[in-house]
Structure formats: C-alpha cells, structure tokens
C-alpha cells in the first residue's frame, strides 16, 4: 500500500540552525502539506501546496519557513533560523486533489524535532 | 488556560466492548469531516470520512455520525480489540479550504485485555 515517507526520523538542532525536514508524498497525489505537534497537543496546519506554489499557510507559517518541490518526488520544509519553540513533531500529508478540501490527506509517520 | 502538554480525556474499555469517542467541532461551515488514530510515535492514520450531506457512515467495525445541528461527531468502534488502544483526532475542512484540516484535541482510549 503506497504511503508518505519523511527522513530523518529524528532531527537534534542548535537554536539559530537551518534544519530542512524531508518527505516523499504517495506517487499520484498532487496536494502536499505540513502540519506540526508540540508535544502533548493537537495536529496544527502549517501549509498546503500545489503546483509549486503555496495554496494555503497558517500564522505559524512565518518567513522562518518555507517549502519546496525540487524534484518530481521530494517536498521539503526549510526552516530557516530555529527556535526553542519550533520543537515538535512534523508530519507531512498528501492528497490525490483537494475538491475543496474534501479529500483524504495521508500521513507519514513524522519526524521529531529538537530545538537545543 | 490551557496547560503544556494538556491531559487528553480519556476513554477505557474493555476489549470485545463497544467504544464511542466523541468530538465537537469549530466551523459551521466545514462539510468533511475525518477520523484519525495516533499510535504512540506515528503520524495520523486515516480511519474513516464523512460529508456534510451525509448524518451516519459504516466503515470496517467503525461508524461514524454527523449531527450539523449541534456542531457534534462521534466515532463508533465495534467489539474494540486491544490494538485500537491509541489517541483519535477527529478534524475538519474548515469550510472547505484547501486542504486546511483543523484537529480537534484527541481522545486517548485504553482497551483493556
């Protein structure tokens, strides 16, 4: 069954240090997105994407942050200058369209980061 | 206020029990809805769906309902067996954004042997 992938699983990290968190979506899906999890808290939207340009960000989403398509699998989160405060868990998802946003978004298993 | 690392309400049951987790919601204007199970460490795992146009929906042991009127969504878990033990998010479109789903705060259910 084909599913989203993220590397690393784990990411430790400097306060002031650019991490790039990576993710292959499911092969035919065309809508990407990334969400977060602080610990203990709920799944929070960061940002959704489709045909190489934001569709959707959040307020979280500030100029720290940016995302990127650079080859026909991977789609990468960048974030530029971390903080003690960005730490949590990212996921992204993907969907074969969005109809609105009616369509399933699946999930990859995460990547935790860890702000020192 | 809320708390760092906010305590989950929580549900226990007994295996071969029938579980029902339930979930309000934000927006009027949301008309798709989703369940998700978290395992512990894993990302959210799509469970079952439902649309605006629909109150009830049958999946695998699991069912869900959709009351518009009060803004109100429940998960139904058939015979609940061990391996369903995790969190379960419920979340919605927000009105049929792009794909911005908002997460509810998650149900911890335990299933005991």
């Known amino acids: 069954e084909p599913e989203v992938t993220q590397t690393p699983s784990h990411q430790v990290t400097q306060m002031g240090q650019e991490v790039i968190l990576r993710c292959v979506p499911i092969s035919n899906h065309l809508y990407f997105y990334w969400y977060r999890q602080i610990l203990g808290q709920k799944v929070e939207f960061l940002v959704s994407?489709?045909?190489?340009?934001?569709?959707?960000k959040s307020e979280i989403f500030d100029d720290q942050f940016s995302v990127e398509r650079p080859d026909g699998s991977n789609f990468t989160l960048k974030i530029r200058s971390t903080k003690l405060e960005d730490s949590a868990m990212y996921f992204c998802?993907?969907?074969?369209?969005?109809?609105?946003?009616?369509?399933?978004?699946?999930f990859g298993p995460g990547t935790r980061l860890l702000v020192l | 206020g809320e708390s760092v690392g906010l305590h989950l309400p929580t549900l226990s049951v007994q295996e071969g029990d029938n579980s029902i987790i339930n979930c309000a919601y934000s927006?009027?204007?949301?008309?798709?809805f989703i369940w998700y199970k978290q395992e512990s460490g894993k990302g959210p795992q799509f469970i079952i769906d439902i649309r605006s146009n629909m109150d009830k929906r049958q999946g695998q042991r699991v069912t869900v309902l959709l009351n518009k009127t009060v803004k109100h969504l429940s998960l139904q878990i058939a015979a609940t067996q061990p391996g369903d033990s995790a969190v379960y998010f419920c979340a919605e479109n927000n009105g049929g954004s792009q794909g911005n789903l908002i997460f509810g705060k998650g149900t911890k259910l335990s299933v005991k042997p």
């Open positions: 998802a993907s969907s074969a369209r969005t109809s609105g946003g009616r369509e399933t978004q699946y």
């Open positions: 927006n009027s204007a949301s008309d798709y």
């Open positions: 994407f489709y045909n190489n340009e934001i569709s959707e």
